[in-house]
């Protein structure tokens, strides 16, 4: 049972990838919409406001998901206490979402008040706060699936809240024109709608009961991640509300268009963490083996999401135009560095089994915390005086050393040989590569001939990575492809 549930990590990261897809692809497709109806003022407040309710967003729950995951297994052999478990996870997240709900109305004018100068963003603020408290059950919900491994109920919800989305942000931003009311306003009735169906393709983990023992055990293990949850947050959310208060709103908008513009890299890491994360905790039980698989699973991470950014920097340009006004290309730049987060960002779950198993997830806190003072101190020296380019490295540069600052202590906790030198190689001919077609993308050269330099440097690196993994990387990358392969050779074949 466990070595094929470790057999369909790959088929996972496919699978629920297409569910990310399809929610990203909902805000691709609305994108140009929103960009050109909105002021560039307009869209860049939404990402401030985002910034910073975003740590409410973190104590709907208090990362009882993590406690969820990690508890569920084991309690698989009875089924009255895991529905118990799921409950109980569940009901509080319900009563969470209740006090944040109160919180929001008497905060709002003052979050008003502090970024923006003004009351007259309150309303907006108190949308955003009541928009978290759906996103937070969808969350949770779709968690559920995950766990109970129902991968095609997860990406039909994902369709349904995608198509709820789309529709509700045409509707109020493109045909009603109310403006950033209507972003919250899709946001709101998309993932209440998903929440609902996911709840109820459920139903069979949940009863009326709240355990005390299985809340106990939850909040034990759960609970003292949430300071390393807000610190996670706080890295991402820094650089917008300083480069904010530093510069303005019109500067944020092409921050967050530049975010916007990496999603392909964003749908990767992130579809790889929600396929590698349950089976991370299901393989904890067998020692030897995740300390057998983890190395060159952290490879094929790496060669894998580096492949890809380098391809989205060949076509950086062409998709930024794509998405907004030329105005927006200011940000481009930004786009190489931003990929690279996202790698540190997505790359602890990979190198950090030792919290996980141990259960010492204080350490996670406390390495975030470090990390967070390293980026805040790199926000203060950097974003004034660069601005865009200031706030982007500052956020790298404390992702890079939260994901560091983890490696040192699971090594520490639970020791693992790892491919140093590939993951140090790796990002070092990324950087060179990226900066070059960075520069490329902003000089005076042609499309054509620009484009096809930028393609020509990235297929280099993309073979000069494959050549640089170890051979059991390789051969598991071949062995995945070749039964794609068979099928296609049968189907020649055939015709």
């Known amino acids: 049972m466990q070595k094929k549930k470790g057999s369909f990590i790959a088929r996972n990261v496919v699978l629920y990838g297409v569910g990310g897809v399809l929610s990203q692809t909902a805000g691709l497709i609305t994108l140009p919409l929103m960009v050109r109806k909105l002021t560039s003022a307009e869209y860049g407040a939404i990402d401030v406001i985002t910034a ?26 009875d089924a009255q206490e895991q529905k118990k478990l799921v409950s109980t996870a569940i009901i509080f997240v319900f009563l969470c979402s209740a006090a944040v709900a109160v919180i929001s109305f008497l905060l709002s004018p003052s979050f008003s008040l502090r970024l923006f100068n003004s009351l007259a963003y309150t309303e907006f603020i108190q949308l955003a706060f009541l928009a978290l ?16 491994n129902k991968a095609l109920a997860f990406n039909i919800i994902s369709l349904i809240v995608s198509a709820f989305y789309m529709g509700s942000i045409i509707l109020f931003v493109g045909i009603l024109e109310i403006g950033i009311k209507g972003y919250y306003y899709s946001q709101i009735i998309a ?42 947050w706080s890295l991402s959310a820094n650089n917008r509300l300083i480069l904010n208060a530093t510069t303005d709103q019109i500067q944020v908008a092409y921050y967050a268009l530049a975010n916007k513009a ?63 006004p030329p105005e927006y290309l200011a940000g481009i730049g930004l786009l190489g560095i931003i990929q690279l987060r996202w790698i540190f960002t997505m790359g602890v779950y990979v190198i950090d089994p030792g919290t996980a198993k141990t259960g010492r997830t204080y350490w996670v806190t406390i390495m ?20 865009l380019y200031g706030a982007v490295l500052s956020e790298l540069i404390g992702y ?3 994901m560091i600052g983890r490696w040192v202590v699971s090594n520490r906790l639970f020791p693992v040989r790892w491919n140093y030198r590939y993951f140090v190689l790796a990002l070092g001919l990324y950087g060179i590569v990226a900066a070059i ?33 170890d051979q059991e990387s390789r051969n598991t990358v071949i062995g995945l492809a070749e039964p794609v392969l068979m099928k296609v050779r049968t189907k020649r074949n055939r015709k």
Do not use: H
């Open 52 to 77: 910073a309710t975003g740590y409410f967003a973190l104590l709907i729950g208090l990362n009882t998901l993590s406690g969820l995951y990690r508890f569920f297994y084991e309690s698989d052999d």
């Open 133 to 148: 408290i759906p996103v937070a059950i969808y969350n949770y919900t779709m968690g559920l699936l995950r766990i109970q």
């Open 191 to 232: 993932n209440f709608v998903g929440s609902a169906i996911a709840l109820w393709l459920s139903r069979r983990l949940l009863i009326a009961e709240f355990s005390m023992f299985w809340f106990k055990k939850l909040a034990r293990y759960s609970f003292p991640l949430v300071p390393g949850s807000l610190f996670a």
């Open 262 to 324: 990496a999603v392909v890299i964003t749908l990767a890491t992130q579809a790889f963490c929600n396929a590698w994360e349950p089976t991370m905790y299901e393989l904890l039980k067998q020692e030897e083996k995740i300390k057998q698989k983890l190395p060159t699973i952290l490879s094929l991470y790496i060669f894998g999401t580096l492949s890809i950014c380098i391809l989205m920097m060949t076509a950086a340009k062409e998709i930024f135009l794509i998405l907004a």
């Open 368 to 387: 975030l915390g470090l990390a967070v003072l390293i980026n805040l101190l790199a926000n203060v020296i950097l974003t004034p005086r660069i601005g």
């Open 400 to 402: 890079a050393a939260a």
């Open 437 to 469: 077609q960075t520069r490329i993308v902003l000089s005076d050269m042609n499309n054509l001939p620009s484009f096809l330099l930028r393609l020509a440097l990235g297929i280099l690196l993309i073979l000069v990575l494959w050549f640089r993994l």
